[in-house]
Structures are given as structure tokens and as C-alpha cells.
Nanobody
Framework: QVQLVESGGGLVQAGGSLRLSCTAS?????????????MGWYRQAPGKERELVAS???????KYADSVKGRFTASRDNAKNTVYLQMNSLKPEDTAVYYC????????????????WGQGTQVTVSS
């Protein structure tokens, strides 16, 4: 069992910043420590499909969607079973519910998602 809890969303003006957190817990980590997992940050805007915006591998390798490159930074603190998403220079089009996901990566480093999701945190960017 895995539980993921996101926090840090809110309302911010365009150009502002937010830092999202996602903390993982559950019995799964007794056998597979958090540090061996990859994590992904997704977002879903109204009427749109959920999209991957950032991923961080167990080794700390980062990948970003083109739409957020240079503005968003993912990081992780394995001692806290937590990943972060620092979002700078926010735009109205970044408005969405943001979710974290625990998964893995393939040989090319592409994130592979699981069926474990957090409840999401709303990010609203006003113009």
C-alpha cells in the first residue's frame, strides 16, 4: 500500500512562485525504500487530459515537459520520503490540479507511472 499526499497549492499572480510537496507513506516502503523509486508530477486542467510535467528518478535525474522547462524544478528528500516541485514564473496556463505519482523509469529514463496517485492540490494563477 502506498499513500501520497500533496500540499502547497494556492492562488498566485502571474509571475509568482509556489512550492509543492508530496510525501509518500505506506507498508510498501518496508520492502522497497523510497530512495529506489522514481516520482512524477502531473497536472490536469479543466477539460484537458492529465499530463506529466516533471519526473525525478531514483538517482536524481530530472526530466521536464517543454512547457515548464526553465521555470519548474523537481527535487527529492529521501530522508523525508518527499518530493518537491518548485514553480517559478507562473503563468495562467499553469492553472491546474497538480498530482504526484510514484513509479519507475525505463532504460531511456522515461517515467513509467503507477496507479498510485495523491489527492491533488489546486494551483490557480491569475493574470
Amino acid at each position: 500500500q502506498v499513500q501520497l499526499v500533496e500540499s502547497g497549492g494556492g492562488l498566485v499572480q502571474a509571475g509568482g512562485s509556489l512550492r509543492l510537496s508530496c510525501t509518500a507513506s505506506g507498508t510498501t516502503f518496508r520492502f522497497a525504500p523510497f530512495r529506489f523509486t522514481a516520482m512524477g508530477w502531473y497536472r490536469q486542467a479543466p477539460g484537458k487530459e492529465r499530463e506529466l510535467v516533471a519526473s525525478i528518478s531514483s538517482g536524481g535525474s530530472l526530466k521536464y515537459a517543454d512547457s515548464v522547462k526553465g521555470r519548474f524544478t523537481a527535487s527529492r528528500d529521501n530522508a523525508k520520503n518527499t518530493v518537491y516541485l518548485q514553480m517559478n514564473s507562473l503563468k495562467p496556463e499553469d492553472t491546474a490540479v497538480y498530482y504526484c505519482n510514484i513509479g519507475g523509469t525505463d532504460v531511456s529514463g522515461t517515467y513509467i507511472r503507477s496507479d498510485y496517485w495523491g489527492q491533488g492540490t489546486q494551483v490557480t494563477v491569475s493574470s
